[in-house]
């Protein structure tokens, strides 16, 4: 079974917003990214590095990012029933490694953060994930580069 998970990012990590309908996601990232961008004067420069994709979403303002994410996981359906009951409340690293830890997902918490960041464990879905806690979209400096 899929989830994604959506993330935004200004002054700082939001909560994350955890679904199995991707349209329903897609739509509420959408949405923000329009309702950001609504009445606000841009520089060519802040038009440039701004955008919306299937999977991702970027408003800069005065210099200023916003960046939307959304992130696809797998989850065996053996354990969907169980996880998902919690998942949304339980988003703290600790907490899903407790509930789950038959699973074998890739998401290796960041140490003393309380957001849902991973330091990855150099799998191949590692590279383009959006949960990396030093992911950047393009980034030549980044895992598995």
């Known amino acids: 079974m899929k989830i994604y998970v959506l993330c935004s990012y200004s002054d700082g990590l939001t909560d994350p917003d955890i679904s199995t309908d991707y349209q329903a996601l897609y739509e509420k990232m959408e949405k923000s990214y329009r309702m950001t961008l609504n009445g ?9 590095n701004t955008y919306l ?31 998902m009951t919690d998942l949304k409340s339980d988003i703290q690293n600790e907490r899903i490694q407790e509930k789950i830890p038959q699973l074998e997902i890739c998401f290796s918490p960041e140490p003393n953060n309380p957001y849902p960041l ?28």
């Open 53 to 83: 994709s299937g999977f991702s979403a970027r408003a800069v303002i005065q210099g200023d990012w916003i960046e939307w994410s959304i992130t696809e996981l797998e989850l065996p359906d053996s354990t969907v029933k169980a996880v």
């Open 40 to 48: 606000v004067s841009q520089t060519e420069d802040d038009k440039e």
């Open 118 to 145: 991973c330091i990855g464990k150099g799998m191949e879905k590692c590279k383009e994930c959006q949960l990396r806690a030093d992911w950047e979209p393009d980034d030549p400096y980044g895992i598995n580069t």
